[in-house]
């Protein structure tokens, strides 16, 4: 009889080793060092890296090294450091090139972020079609490509036109996005089949991918003082093309598909998931490039705005329509609040790294200071959030948590009023300590707001289609994302509120602490809507969530009775459509 028969522990390894995924550990106790040892940092360091050598080593054995270093060139090298580069460098580039108003500055950012509210119909794109025999590798070499010769161009072309600028960055977001979704699709096959190795998978994958951050994050201050924002899009070709080599060699997994035809499609995968949810990321898709193309080829903020807003409609109709209402509900939610958000860093940009000559009494903040501390803060800081949350928010209602932490937000973001008439000035705090304090106590207070959002769709998720949903889902917020620049560019607008980095453009900042009372106030309005579309329900209770509709369930056992699955289009579930249709 073996030891996880009867229970007991092999040498070596934890209490709560399971049956066939073993973890072997090695304590780090303190009282059994000697003393010259205990206290040194280099022994527990190398203590450290043994356990993380170990710990690479089990999980390479369980979801194979090939996955690994995939995952390390994809979501770490590429998502983690050059995707951090680039968001932290655009608006260091508009500025460079001088001209850019804080409302212009808002729509290029929204178009060149576009792709990752089309993760959705890439995810379906991906699934129907193969190309050279297979479904992923192809596409994201081609990508890797496009990429590559995008940002050496823009980062070695001095003058390059607005537009010739968004279509480089825009083909790198593509890029990255779509790598993005498809080897989280890789990882989660990894997942399903062996779901003993989902925390520590995920916690390679995220943990990996902020420690990426964190590195850009901590020099991306320094390259754009001393190299330009420019330079920085020429050498983040430098990851992305690392982060393609595991490509050319497969070491991802892409399975080849049978058969000898150079292009292949098969649609009946949809057939098995459902139509409903290609149509919905079809629609998704359309509605973001035409918000991109009017922004690129019709400038008037005001019918933007409008647009985007109608945008923002359809989606929630749109998942109303083809999603289960639940999914719909909350997803309209945090849609609504996101366009309620209206982001205005456009106008902030300007007004903390605008010089002396632009801006006699602004904060003059450097650089570094802008994109490293800052950034190291939030991130830090964002950690805390996460933590603080699981130890004593995870046993409060969802409702309870997002009244709170949306009140407590705004009440956080009134205080950057203070900065932005100069008050803090008066009483002696400096501008960099008020704004560090500032943005940590958001970026925690907006950790709260966001984990039971993730929380809630996780458990709503149709057993199945986890992928595809977290996919439209996905796509849904980065879509609320880029709207909430439009409403905020416009807003910015209307106020009158347009630096762009001229000489003695006092004027412009003049209304911005009325802009910054509107923002802090819109997020608040969306709580009315928590009784009707967020479910009264804890995070960890257990059992379906209230509201999730019974009509399901009678279809899953009146299914079992005519012996068919889902989604299969048959004489069988025709019958049960039309079992459907008679009244109770």
């Known amino acids: 009889m073996t030891n996880e028969t009867i229970g007991e522990t092999v040498p070596g390894q934890t209490s709560d080793t399971k049956a066939g995924y073993p973890r072997e550990t090695t304590e780090l106790n303190t009282t059994e060092q000697p003393a010259h040892l205990k206290y040194n940092p280099f022994f527990w360091g190398y203590k450290g890296a043994g356990r993380f050598t170990s710990w690479i080593n089990h999980l390479s054995k369980e979801v194979t090294a090939g996955l690994l270093l995939s995952i390390f060139a994809i979501q770490h090298m590429q998502k983690g450091l050059a995707q951090s580069y680039i968001s932290n460098s655009v608006s260091f580039y508009f500025r460079d090139r001088g001209g850019v108003s804080a409302s212009e500055l808002q729509i290029y950012m929204s178009v060149i972020f576009t792709p990752w509210s089309l993760k959705g119909l890439m995810g379906v794109g991906s699934d129907v079609f193969a190309f050279m025999g297979y479904h992923k590798i192809p596409f994201m070499l081609i990508t890797a490509t496009a990429a590559i010769f995008a940002l050496f161009f823009i980062g070695t072309t001095p003058n390059m036109t607005i537009l010739g600028a968004l279509l480089c960055l825009f083909t790198a977001q593509f890029h990255i996005a779509l790598n993005d979704l498809l080897i989280e699709a890789k990882y989660s096959e990894k997942i399903q089949e062996n779901p003993a190795v ?19 994050v901590g020099t991306i201050g320094v390259m754009i003082s001393y190299l330009g924002a420019r330079s920085v899009f020429g050498l983040v070709t430098i990851p992305i093309f690392l982060g393609s080599i595991p490509l050319l060699f497969n070491l991802m997994g892409d399975r080849r598909v049978e058969g000898n035809q150079c292009c292949y ?36 903020i005001k019918f933007n705005f409008l647009l985007a807003m109608l945008c923002g409609i359809l989606t929630i109709l749109g998942f109303f329509r083809w999603t289960p209402p639940m999914i719909a509900k909350v997803n309209a939610y945090t849609l609504i609040q996101t366009l309620f958000s209206c982001s205005i860093e456009g106008a902030t940009f300007y007004f903390f790294t605008d010089g002396p000559d632009e801006y006699p009494e602004g904060p003059h903040f450097s650089d570094w200071f802008y994109t490293t501390a800052v950034g190291m803060v939030s991130a830090v800081t964002a950690i805390v959030g996460i933590i603080l949350f699981n130890m004593y928010l995870k046993d409060m209602k969802y409702r309870t948590i997002f009244l709170w932490s949306t009140l407590v937000y705004s009440a956080f973001s009134l205080v950057n009023i203070v900065v932005y008439l100069r008050l803090n000035k008066r009483v002696g705090i400096s501008d960099q300590f008020f704004v560090l304090g500032s943005q940590a106590l958001q970026t925690v207070i907006k950790e709260f707001n966001y984990m039971p959002a993730v929380m809630i769709m996780s458990r709503l998720c149709p057993r199945g289609l986890e992928a595809t949903m977290f996919a439209l889902l996905a796509s849904s917020s980065n879509l609320g994302s880029n709207i909430s620049n439009y409403s905020g560019a416009f807003l910015l607008d209307l106020m009158g509120v347009k630096p762009s980095g001229r000489k003695n453009e006092s004027e412009e900042f ?40 019974v009509e399901e369930e009678n279809r899953r056992e009146r299914e079992r009775k005519y012996g068919v699955e889902r989604n299969e289009f048959d004489d069988t579930k025709a019958l049960l459509e039309e079992e459907d249709e008679e009244p109770a």
Not at 198 to 213: I, P, R, T
Not at 526 to 547: M, S
């Open 198 to 216: 989902n925390a520590d998978l995920v916690s390679y994958v995220w943990g990996g991918m902020m420690f990426m951050s964190l590195v850009a």
């Open 265 to 300: 499609m098969d649609t009946s995968i949809l057939s098995r998931r459902g139509w409903e949810y290609t149509y919905l990321a079809t629609a998704m898709t359309i509605l973001s490039l035409a918000l991109a193309n009017s922004s690129i080829f019709y400038e008037n």
């Open 510 to 549: 003049e209304n911005l602490w009325l802009v910054a009372l509107i923002v802090s106030i819109l997020p608040a309005l969306p709580l009315v809507l928590l009784p009707y579309l967020i479910p009264d329900a804890r995070p960890n209770d257990l059992g379906p969530l209230p509201g999730v509709e």
